[in-house]
């Protein structure tokens, strides 16, 4: 009797197919959780709006965070997930959802080496704003040749893993392309689908055992019904770093199936996107890297004078940016078409420490950066006079050298001071939209939750579409981080629940 119940349960196994899960997005989120349904003997559709997979991840510039790496001990780097937890909290002045900072701070390391196992070189760490240590892993500059920028990197490796498994096993893994959820399906009050539009304007529905939403943010929603109107109505008027498809939708369509949102009027906005000199009042930016700072770069104003710590919190120096950085006149480099302005400097020596391919990149192919002989020069295009410019980089010098304490509170100081005598690259930088902080809010096991705190059963999400990791402010480096750690939670907590309610029923 025994043996026969056993055999049947056994022949079960083999003869139901395994669940599948409809993952929507395919940024590194939703590829995060692909790999980890797949790789735990489950099926995925995936289903992306645009043409291709990528997202705002793929233009992700400064890296991911890690915490106690192999690669931050190699470079003699002391640091713990409990610091990593300490530097999210205080940036999202404890706003942030503990018990979900706790697990990003836990398997940060791990995340690092998920991606460094699909074969991304994340072998070189940053020092990025409102961080303690370096901790922001990224590819190591090439001396010459093309620069590797880390999110683009990270997007195709981890796609071609996905198209090698599916190559095996052809059943594992479907993408949809060019397909756009426009609802979520419910049945008996589980979620079991979505509803989805093609480019041609077809409607269909795909369905699974369970839904992750990896949508990402809302940072071009700007319509007049969009959530930046609803809930950024001050900064509408902000240019934004991020990609047309990050619409919230997530969000909107997760809302209207009674879900809990939470901390959507927490907009982060980065102090530095380029001002094209070609389009100086275009509405999508061009993102000047943290790691610009990070490596050693100087923020001055119009008036020739450093007015804030270059490596503080986004928040901090987007407000110094407009509160003491005026808009900066048509006369240098194109001006700053009436928005509150800094001019970003870097040395040879700060070039040389951020890549040159990736600088060049910056300077040769998009012109951002102005190159002037010395400190005088950038003095007299700037319409300001030559000591000016020549005493702010003294003193910043002195500051460096540890000889004065920086008024601003600067404690880190990468690289090198810039010399008033040495050639000094310039470029105007201004504050833009550029992530979300809210969302939906999911629990430890990123299941969405509704108005009452229960789970919406057979919904999960992972990304920038979930609110509550990074409270009031996100660190850099860590929406990469959030995005492998939730996507994979997301990707084995959906597929656990769905195996096992597919055993149930038999
Ligand atoms: C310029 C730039 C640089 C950045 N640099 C860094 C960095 O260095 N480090 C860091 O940690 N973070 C960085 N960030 C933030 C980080 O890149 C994003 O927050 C993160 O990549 C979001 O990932 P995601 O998977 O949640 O969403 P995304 O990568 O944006 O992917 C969402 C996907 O969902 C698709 N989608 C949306 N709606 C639908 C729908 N209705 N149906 C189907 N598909 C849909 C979109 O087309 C998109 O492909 C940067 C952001 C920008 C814009
Ligand atoms: C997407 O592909 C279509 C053709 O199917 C093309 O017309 C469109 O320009 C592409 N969009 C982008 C952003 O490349
Ligand atoms: C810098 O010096 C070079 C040669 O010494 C000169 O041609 C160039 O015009 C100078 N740059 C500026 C911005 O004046």
């Not at 735990?40 to 510039?61: D, F, H, P, Q, Y």
């Not at 000199?277 to 061009?286: C, I, L, Q, V």
């Not at 304490?405 to 470029?427: H, L």
């Not at 059963?457 to 979930?466: C, K, P, Q, S």
Request: proline share 4%; with cysteine.
């Amino acid at each position: 009797m025994l043996s026969v119940l056993i055999w049947v349960a056994v022949m079960a196994q083999v003869l139901v197919a395994e669940p599948t899960v409809v993952v929507v997005g395919g940024g590194l989120a939703g590829l995060s959780a692909s790999l980890e349904i797949i790789t735990e003997g489950g099926r995925v559709i995936l289903v992306e709006g645009e043409n291709n997979t990528g997202g705002n991840s793929a233009k992700a510039s400064s890296g991911i965070n890690g915490a106690g790496t192999d690669v931050q001990e190699k470079l003699g780097i002391r640091d713990s997930p409990d610091l990593l937890e300490k530097d999210t909290l205080s940036a999202g002045d404890n706003e942030n959802d503990k018990k979900l900072v706790k697990i990003l701070a836990e398997n940060s390391a791990d995340a690092v080496q998920f991606l460094r196992n699909v074969g991304v070189d994340l072998t070189d760490v940053n020092l990025c704003g409102g961080h303690s240590v370096p901790r922001t892993h990224w590819i190591p500059s090439p001396k010459e040749g093309r620069p590797i920028p880390a999110g683009f990197e990270i997007m195709k490796r981890l796609r071609t893993r996905l198209n090698e498994i599916q190559e095996k096993n052809p059943e594992s893994f479907r993408l949809m392309t060019q397909t756009k959820m426009t609802d979520i399906i419910r049945k008996e009050g589980k979620v079991i689908g979505v509803e989805v539009v093609s480019v041609e304007g077809e409607k269909s529905q795909i369905t699974g055992d369970a839904v992750i939403l990896a949508t990402g943010g809302f940072s071009a929603d700007r319509s007049a019904d969009g959530l930046l109107t609803e809930y950024g109505k001050d900064i509408l008027d902000f240019p934004s770093t991020n990609g047309p498809f990050a619409r919230g939708e997530g969000v909107k369509i997760a809302r209207s199936l009674g879900a809990k949102l939470i901390g959507m009027d927490r907009i982060q906005i980065h102090p530095t996107a380029f001002v094209d000199p070609k389009d100086p009042s275009a509405g999508t930016k061009f993102l000047a890297a943290e790691a610009l700072r990070g490596k050693g770069a100087l923020l001055i104003n119009s008036d020739g004078k450093r007015f804030g710590n270059e490596l503080g919190r986004r928040d901090y120096t987007t407000r110094r940016i407009l509160n003491h950085a005026k808009p900066i006149e048509e006369s240098f480099q194109g001006g700053s078409s009436g928005r509150h302005a800094a001019v970003m400097l870097m040395s040879e020596a700060t070039i040389d420490a951020f890549g040159r391919p990736a600088f060049n990149f910056y300077a040769i192919v998009k012109k951002f950066f102005v190159k002037y002989n010395n400190s005088d020069e950038l003095a007299k295009a700037l319409g300001v006079d030559g000591s000016v410019v020549k005493s702010t980089l003294d003193d910043y010098k002195d500051i460096f050298d540890k000889k004065k304490e920086d008024p601003f509170g600067k404690k880190v100081f990468p690289v090198s001071a810039i010399s008033p005598t040495e050639p000094i690259y310039a470029a105007i930088v201004v504050p833009a939209i550029h992530y979300t902080m809210g969302g939906l809010q999911i629990d430890e096991n990123a299941r969405v939750v509704d108005e009452q705190g229960n789970p919406i059963i057979g919904l999960y999400a992972a990304g920038e579409v979930t609110g509550g990791v990074h409270g009031s402010n996100r660190l850099g480096g860590n929406s990469l981080l959030e995005c492998v750690v939730f996507g994979r939670i997301a990707g084995h907590s959906g597929f656990s629940a769905a195996r096992e309610a597919s055993r149930s029923e038999l």
